[in-house]
Protein backbone atom coordinates (compact mmCIF):
# COMPACT_ATOMS: atom_id res chain seq x y z
CA UNK A 1 0.00 0.00 0.00
CA UNK A 2 3.09 2.81 0.74
CA UNK A 3 4.63 1.38 -2.38
CA UNK A 4 1.38 2.32 -4.63
CA UNK A 5 1.25 5.87 -2.98
CA UNK A 6 4.56 7.12 -3.51
CA UNK A 7 4.18 6.03 -7.16
CA UNK A 8 0.88 8.24 -7.61
CA UNK A 9 2.87 10.99 -5.31
CA UNK A 10 5.69 10.42 -7.73
CA UNK A 11 3.39 10.70 -10.83
CA UNK A 12 2.02 14.09 -9.29
CA UNK A 13 5.38 15.48 -8.77
CA UNK A 14 6.33 14.67 -12.63
CA UNK A 15 2.87 16.65 -13.71
CA UNK A 16 3.92 19.47 -11.40
CA UNK A 17 6.95 20.21 -13.65
CA UNK A 18 4.51 19.99 -17.23
CA UNK A 19 1.83 22.01 -18.77
CA UNK A 20 -1.70 21.22 -17.80
CA UNK A 21 -2.41 18.90 -20.44
CA UNK A 22 0.49 17.29 -19.44
CA UNK A 23 -0.87 16.85 -15.85
CA UNK A 24 -4.46 15.48 -17.23
CA UNK A 25 -2.12 13.29 -19.54
CA UNK A 26 -0.43 12.01 -16.50
CA UNK A 27 -3.84 11.23 -14.18
CA UNK A 28 -5.34 9.60 -17.61
CA UNK A 29 -2.20 7.31 -17.45
CA UNK A 30 -2.68 7.08 -13.83
CA UNK A 31 -6.09 5.47 -14.49
CA UNK A 32 -4.72 3.34 -17.74
CA UNK A 33 -1.52 1.82 -14.89
CA UNK A 34 -4.47 0.58 -12.41
CA UNK A 35 -6.09 -1.29 -15.31
CA UNK A 36 -2.38 -2.23 -16.50
CA UNK A 37 -1.72 -6.72 -16.32
CA UNK A 38 0.16 -7.16 -13.71
CA UNK A 39 3.73 -7.66 -14.77
CA UNK A 40 3.47 -3.77 -15.40
CA UNK A 41 2.77 -3.31 -12.00
CA UNK A 42 5.38 -5.87 -10.56
CA UNK A 43 8.19 -3.83 -12.71
CA UNK A 44 6.93 -0.47 -11.18
CA UNK A 45 7.55 -2.03 -7.95
CA UNK A 46 10.55 -3.10 -8.98
CA UNK A 47 11.63 0.16 -9.85
CA UNK A 48 10.48 2.11 -6.29
CA UNK A 49 12.67 -0.63 -4.37
CA UNK A 50 15.61 0.16 -6.30
CA UNK A 51 15.47 3.83 -5.91
CA UNK A 52 16.69 6.03 -2.95
CA UNK A 53 14.42 5.72 -0.23
CA UNK A 54 14.11 9.06 0.67
CA UNK A 55 12.91 12.23 -2.17
CA UNK A 56 14.02 15.73 -1.53
CA UNK A 57 11.13 17.88 -0.93
CA UNK A 58 9.42 19.99 -3.54
CA UNK A 59 9.40 23.67 -3.50
CA UNK A 60 5.24 24.28 -3.49
CA UNK A 61 4.38 26.76 -6.79
CA UNK A 62 2.18 29.73 -7.10
CA UNK A 63 -0.96 28.15 -8.72
CA UNK A 64 -1.38 31.32 -10.37
CA UNK A 65 1.82 31.29 -12.04
CA UNK A 66 1.37 27.45 -13.04
CA UNK A 67 -2.43 29.29 -14.59
CA UNK A 68 -0.45 31.68 -16.70
CA UNK A 69 2.07 29.06 -17.91
CA UNK A 70 -0.56 26.53 -19.24
CA UNK A 71 -1.95 29.57 -21.04
CA UNK A 72 1.35 30.95 -22.60
CA UNK A 73 2.55 27.11 -23.08
CA UNK A 74 -0.98 26.04 -24.47
CA UNK A 75 -2.00 28.72 -27.07
CA UNK A 76 1.76 30.23 -28.84
CA UNK A 77 0.01 30.04 -32.26
CA UNK A 78 -2.55 33.02 -31.11
CA UNK A 79 -0.26 35.20 -29.71
CA UNK A 80 2.08 35.00 -32.61
CA UNK A 81 -0.55 36.09 -34.68
CA UNK A 82 -1.96 38.76 -32.42
CA UNK A 83 2.50 40.11 -32.28
CA UNK A 84 2.12 40.30 -36.12
CA UNK A 85 -0.91 42.14 -36.28
CA UNK A 86 0.32 44.82 -33.49
CA UNK A 87 3.38 45.44 -36.04
CA UNK A 88 1.66 45.45 -39.28
CA UNK A 89 -0.81 48.40 -37.51
CA UNK A 90 2.22 50.19 -36.29
CA UNK A 91 3.97 50.32 -39.50
CA UNK A 92 0.98 51.43 -41.52
CA UNK A 93 0.38 54.13 -39.54
CA UNK A 94 4.05 54.85 -39.73
CA UNK A 95 3.82 54.71 -43.57
CA UNK A 96 0.45 56.69 -43.73
CA UNK A 97 2.93 60.27 -42.78
CA UNK A 98 5.31 59.45 -45.11
CA UNK A 99 3.16 58.77 -48.84
CA UNK A 100 1.24 61.41 -50.35
CA UNK A 101 -2.07 60.50 -52.67
CA UNK A 102 -2.26 61.82 -55.61
CA UNK A 103 -4.67 63.87 -55.36
CA UNK A 104 -2.43 65.32 -52.54
CA UNK A 105 0.34 65.65 -54.63
CA UNK A 106 -1.59 67.83 -57.05
CA UNK A 107 -2.90 69.77 -54.47
CA UNK A 108 0.39 70.35 -53.16
CA UNK A 109 1.80 71.57 -56.77
CA UNK A 110 2.45 74.48 -57.84
CA UNK A 111 1.24 75.95 -61.25
CA UNK A 112 2.85 75.63 -64.24
CA UNK A 113 4.07 78.44 -66.23
CA UNK A 114 1.90 79.92 -68.58
CA UNK A 115 2.43 78.76 -72.36
CA UNK A 116 1.18 77.77 -75.46
CA UNK A 117 -1.54 74.58 -75.33
CA UNK A 118 -0.09 73.13 -78.69
CA UNK A 119 -0.80 69.89 -80.91
CA UNK A 120 1.22 67.91 -83.48
CA UNK A 121 -0.01 67.97 -87.43
CA UNK A 122 -1.72 64.56 -87.84
CA UNK A 123 -1.77 62.75 -91.58
CA UNK A 124 -5.10 61.04 -91.02
CA UNK A 125 -8.20 60.26 -93.35
CA UNK A 126 -11.47 62.33 -92.46
CA UNK A 127 -14.53 61.02 -92.78
CA UNK A 128 -18.17 63.60 -92.78
CA UNK A 129 -20.56 61.45 -91.47
CA UNK A 130 -24.36 61.33 -90.76
CA UNK A 131 -24.80 58.63 -88.00
CA UNK A 132 -28.91 57.53 -87.69
CA UNK A 133 -30.60 54.13 -86.42
CA UNK A 134 -33.27 52.62 -88.52
CA UNK A 135 -35.63 49.28 -87.67
CA UNK A 136 -35.19 46.49 -90.16
CA UNK A 137 -38.32 45.30 -91.46
CA UNK A 138 -39.99 43.84 -94.34
CA UNK A 139 -43.29 45.85 -95.87
CA UNK A 140 -46.24 46.03 -94.10
CA UNK A 141 -47.95 42.55 -93.46
CA UNK A 142 -51.15 41.86 -95.00
CA UNK A 143 -53.28 39.25 -94.26
CA UNK A 144 -54.53 37.51 -97.18
CA UNK A 145 -58.09 36.61 -97.22
CA UNK A 146 -60.04 34.71 -100.31
CA UNK A 147 -63.47 35.31 -102.08
CA UNK A 148 -65.35 31.43 -101.48
CA UNK A 149 -68.79 33.25 -101.59
CA UNK A 150 -69.11 31.30 -105.51
CA UNK A 151 -67.56 27.88 -104.92
CA UNK A 152 -71.29 26.10 -103.96
CA UNK A 153 -69.38 24.54 -101.07
CA UNK A 154 -66.54 24.21 -98.66
CA UNK A 155 -63.16 26.13 -99.92
CA UNK A 156 -60.88 23.08 -99.05
CA UNK A 157 -57.52 23.37 -99.82
CA UNK A 158 -56.83 20.70 -101.76
CA UNK A 159 -52.86 21.35 -103.31
CA UNK A 160 -50.42 23.82 -103.49
CA UNK A 161 -49.41 25.48 -99.85
CA UNK A 162 -46.27 27.96 -99.77
CA UNK A 163 -43.55 27.45 -97.34
CA UNK A 164 -43.48 30.71 -94.61
CA UNK A 165 -40.28 32.37 -96.51
CA UNK A 166 -41.55 31.47 -100.39
CA UNK A 167 -42.07 34.83 -102.59
CA UNK A 168 -45.02 35.18 -104.30
CA UNK A 169 -44.66 37.04 -107.32
CA UNK A 170 -47.28 38.21 -110.15
CA UNK A 171 -48.59 35.05 -112.07
CA UNK A 172 -47.85 32.98 -108.94
CA UNK A 173 -49.97 30.61 -107.48
CA UNK A 174 -50.60 31.66 -104.03
CA UNK A 175 -53.11 28.42 -102.81
CA UNK A 176 -54.98 25.74 -104.69
CA UNK A 177 -59.06 25.24 -103.53
CA UNK A 178 -61.30 22.70 -104.77
CA UNK A 179 -58.64 21.59 -106.96
CA UNK A 180 -58.62 25.35 -108.93
CA UNK A 181 -55.54 27.72 -108.76
CA UNK A 182 -55.65 31.33 -106.52
CA UNK A 183 -53.78 32.98 -108.58
CA UNK A 184 -51.51 36.51 -107.83
CA UNK A 185 -51.83 39.88 -109.54
CA UNK A 186 -50.76 43.10 -109.14
CA UNK A 187 -53.21 45.56 -107.75
CA UNK A 188 -55.01 47.55 -104.94
CA UNK A 189 -58.73 46.87 -105.52
CA UNK A 190 -59.80 43.17 -104.21
CA UNK A 191 -61.97 41.33 -106.17
CA UNK A 192 -65.75 41.36 -105.32
CA UNK A 193 -66.98 39.48 -108.22
CA UNK A 194 -66.64 37.06 -111.22
CA UNK A 195 -65.59 38.74 -114.24
CA UNK A 196 -66.70 37.94 -117.32
CA UNK A 197 -67.39 39.03 -120.89
CA UNK A 198 -70.06 41.75 -120.92
CA UNK A 199 -69.37 43.18 -117.92
CA UNK A 200 -67.41 46.51 -117.78
CA UNK A 201 -66.09 49.00 -114.13
CA UNK A 202 -63.17 49.43 -112.27
CA UNK A 203 -62.34 46.00 -111.69
CA UNK A 204 -62.38 45.17 -115.58
CA UNK A 205 -59.71 47.86 -115.78
CA UNK A 206 -57.59 46.80 -113.36
CA UNK A 207 -57.37 43.23 -114.72
CA UNK A 208 -56.45 44.39 -117.99
CA UNK A 209 -53.83 46.35 -116.20
CA UNK A 210 -52.90 43.45 -114.63
CA UNK A 211 -52.83 41.48 -117.47
CA UNK A 212 -50.30 43.70 -119.42
CA UNK A 213 -47.89 43.59 -116.54
CA UNK A 214 -47.45 39.94 -116.80
CA UNK A 215 -46.88 40.18 -120.42
CA UNK A 216 -50.21 39.30 -121.54
CA UNK A 217 -52.04 41.24 -124.27
CA UNK A 218 -55.68 41.98 -122.67
CA UNK A 219 -56.80 44.38 -125.48
CA UNK A 220 -57.72 48.23 -125.34
CA UNK A 221 -56.52 49.01 -121.30
CA UNK A 222 -58.33 52.03 -121.68
CA UNK A 223 -61.51 50.62 -122.32
CA UNK A 224 -63.33 49.27 -118.79
CA UNK A 225 -65.69 46.83 -120.90
CA UNK A 226 -64.60 42.67 -120.66
CA UNK A 227 -64.91 41.87 -124.21
CA UNK A 228 -63.40 38.97 -126.29
CA UNK A 229 -59.83 40.18 -126.22
CA UNK A 230 -60.11 40.45 -122.60
CA UNK A 231 -61.42 36.82 -122.48
CA UNK A 232 -58.58 35.64 -124.78
CA UNK A 233 -56.30 37.08 -122.16
CA UNK A 234 -57.86 35.41 -119.23
CA UNK A 235 -57.30 32.20 -121.28
CA UNK A 236 -53.95 32.68 -122.00
CA UNK A 237 -53.29 33.48 -118.06
CA UNK A 238 -54.72 29.81 -117.35
CA UNK A 239 -52.54 28.63 -119.58
CA UNK A 240 -49.33 30.55 -117.91
CA UNK A 241 -50.06 29.26 -115.16
CA UNK A 242 -50.37 25.66 -116.07
CA UNK A 243 -54.20 25.42 -115.61
CA UNK A 244 -57.47 24.45 -117.16
CA UNK A 245 -60.27 27.29 -118.14
CA UNK A 246 -62.82 27.55 -115.54
CA UNK A 247 -65.79 25.31 -116.70
CA UNK A 248 -69.12 27.31 -118.46
CA UNK A 249 -72.38 27.02 -116.26
CA UNK A 250 -73.97 24.20 -116.57
CA UNK A 251 -76.99 24.57 -119.35
CA UNK A 252 -74.38 27.23 -121.42
CA UNK A 253 -74.39 24.30 -123.89
CA UNK A 254 -77.27 24.00 -124.62
CA UNK A 255 -78.32 27.60 -124.40
CA UNK A 256 -76.16 28.25 -127.29
CA UNK A 257 -77.36 25.28 -128.96
CA UNK A 258 -80.95 26.65 -128.70
CA UNK A 259 -79.90 30.28 -130.03
CA UNK A 260 -78.20 28.87 -132.71
CA UNK A 261 -81.63 26.83 -133.97
CA UNK A 262 -83.66 30.49 -133.73
CA UNK A 263 -80.98 31.90 -135.92
CA UNK A 264 -81.32 28.89 -139.18
CA UNK A 265 -85.31 29.38 -139.10
CA UNK A 266 -85.05 33.20 -138.97
CA UNK A 267 -82.59 33.36 -142.13
CA UNK A 268 -84.99 30.86 -143.61
CA UNK A 269 -87.75 33.19 -142.97
CA UNK A 270 -86.23 35.67 -144.29
CA UNK A 271 -85.13 33.87 -147.38
CA UNK A 272 -88.83 33.31 -148.37
CA UNK A 273 -89.76 37.02 -147.81
CA UNK A 274 -86.81 38.38 -149.85
CA UNK A 275 -88.14 35.98 -152.35
CA UNK A 276 -91.87 37.03 -152.04
CA UNK A 277 -90.85 40.35 -152.22
CA UNK A 278 -88.84 40.30 -155.51
CA UNK A 279 -91.57 38.63 -157.47
CA UNK A 280 -93.76 40.78 -156.34
CA UNK A 281 -91.97 43.45 -157.97
CA UNK A 282 -90.76 41.88 -160.99
CA UNK A 283 -93.92 42.31 -163.09
CA UNK A 284 -95.89 40.31 -165.41
CA UNK A 285 -93.54 37.78 -167.41
CA UNK A 286 -93.20 37.36 -171.14
CA UNK A 287 -95.71 34.58 -171.69
CA UNK A 288 -97.88 37.55 -169.89
CA UNK A 289 -96.94 40.36 -172.02
CA UNK A 290 -97.86 38.46 -175.15
CA UNK A 291 -101.29 37.06 -173.81
CA UNK A 292 -101.65 40.55 -173.19
CA UNK A 293 -100.79 41.85 -176.55
CA UNK A 294 -102.64 38.96 -178.43
CA UNK A 295 -105.73 40.11 -176.69
CA UNK A 296 -106.01 43.38 -177.88
CA UNK A 297 -104.94 42.78 -180.88
CA UNK A 298 -107.83 40.28 -181.30
CA UNK A 299 -110.55 42.35 -180.14
CA UNK A 300 -109.01 45.19 -183.01
CA UNK A 301 -109.84 42.25 -185.70
CA UNK A 302 -113.12 41.55 -184.73
CA UNK A 303 -114.04 45.17 -184.54
CA UNK A 304 -113.01 45.55 -188.20
CA UNK A 305 -114.96 43.08 -189.30
CA UNK A 306 -117.93 44.25 -187.67
CA UNK A 307 -117.38 47.32 -189.24
CA UNK A 308 -117.27 45.66 -192.46
CA UNK A 309 -120.60 43.74 -191.92
CA UNK A 310 -122.01 47.07 -190.87
CA UNK A 311 -124.53 45.44 -188.12
CA UNK A 312 -124.71 48.36 -185.17
CA UNK A 313 -124.66 45.86 -182.73
CA UNK A 314 -121.50 43.49 -183.36
CA UNK A 315 -119.68 46.73 -183.89
CA UNK A 316 -120.28 48.28 -180.33
CA UNK A 317 -119.99 44.57 -178.73
CA UNK A 318 -116.60 44.64 -180.82
CA UNK A 319 -115.59 48.26 -179.23
CA UNK A 320 -116.40 47.01 -175.84
CA UNK A 321 -114.40 44.01 -176.43
CA UNK A 322 -111.50 46.07 -177.22
CA UNK A 323 -111.82 48.48 -174.86
CA UNK A 324 -111.66 45.92 -172.00
CA UNK A 325 -108.38 44.04 -173.86
CA UNK A 326 -106.53 47.31 -173.50
CA UNK A 327 -107.49 47.96 -170.18
CA UNK A 328 -106.16 44.02 -169.00
CA UNK A 329 -103.31 44.83 -171.17
CA UNK A 330 -102.39 48.22 -169.08
CA UNK A 331 -103.07 46.83 -165.68
CA UNK A 332 -101.26 43.81 -166.57
CA UNK A 333 -97.90 45.72 -167.24
CA UNK A 334 -98.57 48.52 -164.38
CA UNK A 335 -96.09 47.48 -161.53
CA UNK A 336 -97.52 45.33 -159.08
CA UNK A 337 -97.89 47.00 -154.49
CA UNK A 338 -95.35 44.63 -153.08
CA UNK A 339 -95.75 46.80 -149.40
CA UNK A 340 -97.16 43.72 -147.45
CA UNK A 341 -94.17 41.57 -149.29
CA UNK A 342 -91.87 44.36 -148.05
CA UNK A 343 -93.55 44.37 -144.48
CA UNK A 344 -92.77 40.62 -144.17
CA UNK A 345 -89.50 40.75 -145.24
CA UNK A 346 -88.69 43.81 -142.31
CA UNK A 347 -90.17 41.74 -140.12
CA UNK A 348 -88.02 38.50 -140.40
CA UNK A 349 -84.78 40.20 -140.23
CA UNK A 350 -86.06 41.55 -137.44
CA UNK A 351 -86.22 38.56 -136.17
CA UNK A 352 -83.03 37.30 -137.27
CA UNK A 353 -81.16 40.31 -135.72
CA UNK A 354 -83.05 38.93 -132.43
CA UNK A 355 -81.54 35.59 -133.20
CA UNK A 356 -78.51 36.75 -133.31
CA UNK A 357 -77.98 39.02 -130.33
CA UNK A 358 -79.79 35.43 -128.22
CA UNK A 359 -76.69 33.71 -130.32
CA UNK A 360 -73.82 35.98 -129.10
CA UNK A 361 -75.21 36.00 -125.63
CA UNK A 362 -75.19 32.58 -125.37
CA UNK A 363 -71.71 32.12 -126.64
CA UNK A 364 -70.77 34.72 -124.32
CA UNK A 365 -71.05 31.92 -121.83
CA UNK A 366 -68.33 29.81 -123.40
CA UNK A 367 -66.13 32.70 -123.63
CA UNK A 368 -63.17 32.74 -120.88
CA UNK A 369 -64.23 34.37 -117.44
CA UNK A 370 -61.79 35.02 -114.76
CA UNK A 371 -63.76 33.60 -110.93
CA UNK A 372 -63.63 36.18 -108.10
CA UNK A 373 -62.33 33.11 -106.28
CA UNK A 374 -59.17 32.20 -108.50
CA UNK A 375 -58.01 35.75 -108.17
CA UNK A 376 -56.09 37.26 -105.28
CA UNK A 377 -55.00 41.46 -106.12
CA UNK A 378 -51.56 42.21 -104.00
CA UNK A 379 -49.98 45.72 -104.20
CA UNK A 380 -46.16 45.98 -104.33
CA UNK A 381 -45.52 42.61 -105.62
CA UNK A 382 -43.47 40.74 -105.06
CA UNK A 383 -44.36 39.70 -101.25
CA UNK A 384 -43.23 37.04 -98.66
CA UNK A 385 -44.64 34.53 -96.95
CA UNK A 386 -45.05 35.22 -93.45
CA UNK A 387 -47.09 33.04 -91.76
CA UNK A 388 -49.17 30.07 -93.30
CA UNK A 389 -52.77 30.07 -91.09
CA UNK A 390 -54.28 26.56 -93.68
CA UNK A 391 -53.00 23.48 -94.48
CA UNK A 392 -53.83 20.90 -96.97
CA UNK A 393 -57.16 19.33 -96.07
CA UNK A 394 -58.50 22.46 -94.12
CA UNK A 395 -61.23 24.79 -94.91
CA UNK A 396 -60.46 27.74 -95.76
CA UNK A 397 -62.35 30.18 -92.82
CA UNK A 398 -60.60 33.33 -92.43
CA UNK A 399 -57.59 34.14 -93.23
CA UNK A 400 -55.33 31.89 -95.17
CA UNK A 401 -51.70 33.59 -94.49
CA UNK A 402 -49.67 36.49 -93.93
CA UNK A 403 -47.63 38.44 -96.22
CA UNK A 404 -45.29 41.48 -96.65
CA UNK A 405 -42.74 43.02 -98.53
CA UNK A 406 -40.20 40.59 -100.12
CA UNK A 407 -37.34 43.45 -99.96
CA UNK A 408 -35.67 44.11 -96.68
CA UNK A 409 -35.68 47.83 -95.92
CA UNK A 410 -34.31 49.96 -93.21
CA UNK A 411 -36.96 52.63 -91.97
CA UNK A 412 -34.84 55.53 -89.96
CA UNK A 413 -35.44 58.65 -89.04
CA UNK A 414 -33.05 61.76 -88.96
CA UNK A 415 -33.32 65.34 -88.10
CA UNK A 416 -33.96 68.23 -90.64
CA UNK A 417 -30.14 69.16 -90.43
CA UNK A 418 -28.88 66.08 -91.10
CA UNK A 419 -31.79 64.80 -93.49
CA UNK A 420 -30.52 68.27 -95.52
CA UNK A 421 -26.82 66.24 -96.69
CA UNK A 422 -28.78 63.36 -97.54
CA UNK A 423 -30.28 62.44 -100.96
CA UNK A 424 -31.67 58.87 -102.81
CA UNK A 425 -29.06 56.82 -104.00
CA UNK A 426 -26.02 57.67 -101.00
CA UNK A 427 -24.23 54.88 -100.01
CA UNK A 428 -24.33 53.96 -96.37
CA UNK A 429 -23.09 51.13 -93.78
CA UNK A 430 -25.41 48.88 -91.82
CA UNK A 431 -23.69 47.62 -88.57
CA UNK A 432 -24.63 43.54 -88.52
CA UNK A 433 -25.89 42.78 -84.88
CA UNK A 434 -22.71 39.98 -85.42
CA UNK A 435 -20.32 42.92 -85.41
CA UNK A 436 -19.83 43.23 -89.52
CA UNK A 437 -20.76 45.58 -91.55
CA UNK A 438 -23.50 45.36 -95.03
CA UNK A 439 -23.54 47.98 -97.58
CA UNK A 440 -26.96 49.93 -97.97
CA UNK A 441 -27.99 52.39 -100.39
CA UNK A 442 -30.89 55.30 -99.50
CA UNK A 443 -33.84 54.84 -100.98
CA UNK A 444 -36.21 57.69 -100.06
CA UNK A 445 -35.56 60.55 -98.12
CA UNK A 446 -38.92 62.23 -97.01
CA UNK A 447 -40.19 64.71 -94.46
CA UNK A 448 -42.42 63.01 -91.81
CA UNK A 449 -45.78 64.39 -91.03
CA UNK A 450 -45.96 66.21 -87.43
CA UNK A 451 -48.91 64.20 -85.06
CA UNK A 452 -49.42 65.65 -81.54
CA UNK A 453 -46.88 68.73 -81.68
CA UNK A 454 -44.12 66.31 -82.28
CA UNK A 455 -42.27 68.96 -84.85
CA UNK A 456 -42.71 71.58 -82.32
CA UNK A 457 -40.85 69.82 -79.57
CA UNK A 458 -38.11 67.84 -81.24
CA UNK A 459 -38.46 70.15 -84.57
CA UNK A 460 -38.91 68.96 -88.15
CA UNK A 461 -38.03 65.25 -88.84
CA UNK A 462 -37.48 63.14 -91.94
CA UNK A 463 -38.20 59.59 -92.48
CA UNK A 464 -35.20 57.22 -94.45
CA UNK A 465 -35.66 54.89 -95.99
CA UNK A 466 -32.59 52.16 -96.95
CA UNK A 467 -32.53 49.07 -98.68
CA UNK A 468 -29.38 46.72 -98.15
CA UNK A 469 -27.01 46.25 -100.99
CA UNK A 470 -26.95 41.92 -102.47
CA UNK A 471 -27.90 40.60 -98.46
CA UNK A 472 -27.39 36.87 -98.32
CA UNK A 473 -30.25 34.94 -96.82
CA UNK A 474 -28.99 34.49 -93.70
CA UNK A 475 -28.19 38.44 -93.49
CA UNK A 476 -31.82 39.09 -94.61
CA UNK A 477 -32.79 36.71 -90.91
CA UNK A 478 -30.52 38.60 -89.29
CA UNK A 479 -31.39 41.99 -89.58
CA UNK A 480 -35.27 41.19 -89.87
CA UNK A 481 -36.56 43.27 -86.62
CA UNK A 482 -33.60 44.38 -85.57
CA UNK A 483 -32.83 48.13 -84.87
CA UNK A 484 -29.28 48.88 -86.51
CA UNK A 485 -26.91 51.60 -86.86
CA UNK A 486 -26.65 53.43 -89.82
CA UNK A 487 -23.54 55.35 -91.14
CA UNK A 488 -23.97 57.56 -93.72
CA UNK A 489 -20.81 59.26 -95.55
CA UNK A 490 -21.33 62.23 -97.13
CA UNK A 491 -17.75 63.55 -97.92
CA UNK A 492 -14.34 61.82 -97.33
CA UNK A 493 -10.86 62.36 -98.37
CA UNK A 494 -9.20 60.48 -101.18
CA UNK A 495 -6.51 58.47 -98.22
CA UNK A 496 -4.79 60.04 -95.67
CA UNK A 497 -3.94 64.40 -95.53
CA UNK A 498 -2.19 66.57 -93.16
CA UNK A 499 -5.41 67.68 -90.27
CA UNK A 500 -5.52 70.08 -87.27
CA UNK A 501 -7.83 70.65 -85.23
CA UNK A 502 -10.86 72.85 -85.44
CA UNK A 503 -9.72 75.19 -82.79
CA UNK A 504 -5.99 75.20 -84.38
CA UNK A 505 -7.76 77.91 -87.56
CA UNK A 506 -7.56 81.35 -86.81
CA UNK A 507 -8.69 84.12 -89.82
CA UNK A 508 -6.31 86.51 -91.04
CA UNK A 509 -6.71 90.16 -91.74
CA UNK A 510 -8.31 89.37 -95.42
CA UNK A 511 -10.23 86.37 -94.78
CA UNK A 512 -7.74 83.53 -94.99
CA UNK A 513 -7.35 80.83 -92.77
CA UNK A 514 -4.34 80.23 -91.06
CA UNK A 515 -1.89 78.41 -87.79
CA UNK A 516 0.35 79.78 -85.58
CA UNK A 517 3.30 76.76 -85.54
CA UNK A 518 5.84 76.84 -82.78
CA UNK A 519 9.07 76.94 -83.78
CA UNK A 520 11.13 76.50 -80.42
CA UNK A 521 10.62 79.28 -78.55
CA UNK A 522 9.16 81.29 -80.91
CA UNK A 523 5.59 80.78 -82.96
CA UNK A 524 4.90 81.75 -86.46
CA UNK A 525 1.51 82.37 -88.51
CA UNK A 526 1.36 79.96 -91.48
CA UNK A 527 -1.45 80.63 -93.86
CA UNK A 528 -3.23 77.15 -95.20
CA UNK A 529 -5.51 76.18 -97.50
CA UNK A 530 -8.81 74.29 -95.80
CA UNK A 531 -10.52 71.17 -96.86
CA UNK A 532 -13.03 68.89 -95.56
CA UNK A 533 -13.97 69.30 -91.84
CA UNK A 534 -15.14 66.12 -90.15
CA UNK A 535 -14.87 64.50 -86.69
CA UNK A 536 -13.22 67.51 -84.89
CA UNK A 537 -10.50 68.05 -87.77
CA UNK A 538 -10.11 70.05 -90.50
CA UNK A 539 -7.96 69.28 -93.99
CA UNK A 540 -5.33 71.82 -94.53
CA UNK A 541 -2.41 72.38 -96.81
CA UNK A 542 0.14 74.83 -97.19
CA UNK A 543 4.16 75.18 -96.21
CA UNK A 544 3.75 72.25 -92.79
CA UNK A 545 4.36 69.07 -92.24
CA UNK A 546 3.28 66.21 -90.01
CA UNK A 547 4.49 66.43 -87.12
CA UNK A 548 4.71 70.52 -86.89
CA UNK A 549 3.42 71.60 -83.74
CA UNK A 550 0.37 74.09 -84.12
CA UNK A 551 -1.24 76.33 -81.78
CA UNK A 552 -4.69 75.41 -80.00
CA UNK A 553 -4.77 77.82 -76.63
CA UNK A 554 -3.18 79.16 -74.42
Known amino acids: MIRRRRAGEAGELGGADESGATGEAGAAGENAASDAPRSEFDELVAAEASAPAEVAPTEPVDPAVQGWRRVLRGNRVLWVLAAVAIASLVAGVGLSFLIVSPGQA ?62 LGPAAVALEVTG ?107 VERVQLDNAVRAAERALAAAKAEGDPVAIGDAEDALKLARVERDAGLAPKDASAERAALDSARSQLDDAYELLEEAETGTLAFLPVSEVLYLQDLPRRVDEVMVERGTIVQSAAMLVSGATLAINASAAESDAKLLKAGDVATLAMPDGSELGAAITSVEPRKAEGGEAAE ?79 FVEITGEIAEGDLVVVGR
Open 180 to 286: RPVIVLPGELPGYRTLRAGLSGPDVTQLKQALRAVGIDPGDVGSDSFDSATAAGVAALYEKVGYPLPEAPEGTADTVRSAREAVNGAEESVASAERALAAAGSGPSS
Open 458 to 536: SGPRYDVVLAPVKPTDAQVEALRGQNVRVKISIGATEGDVLAVPLAALTAGPGGESRVEVQDGDETRLVEVETGLAAEG
Open 106 to 167: AADASAPDAGPITVPVELRSLSNDVTIRGDAAFADSVEVKLETGDLGGPAVVTGRVPEVGAT
